[in-house]
């Protein structure tokens, strides 16, 4: 399934989504990635607040990885769309 992502508020509503569509809290995704429970309500909450090799990472441990597309016919300074689609990243 793809979805597109153009705005901090929509990566963190999928974040917390696709989190919670493998039937992993807060505690248990933190657990794979080595961190804690606050760290992942933070980095949901504020997805600014981690490296685009961070987010990669915790999108691997969801299952996903970033595609990016140009978005057709847009003149908006959103240039592309970030669509999370499994890609390895160091943390």
Known sequence: MRYPIQTPS???SHLRALRNERGLSQAGLGAILGLSQTRIARIETDPLS????QLLRVLSALGMRMTL?????????????ITASTIKGDW
């Open 69 to 81: 597309e140009p978005v057709t016919g847009s003149t908006t300074e959103a240039a592309t769309d």
């Open 50 to 53: 981690i490296s685009a090799g």
């Open 10 to 12: 929509q990566l963190s």
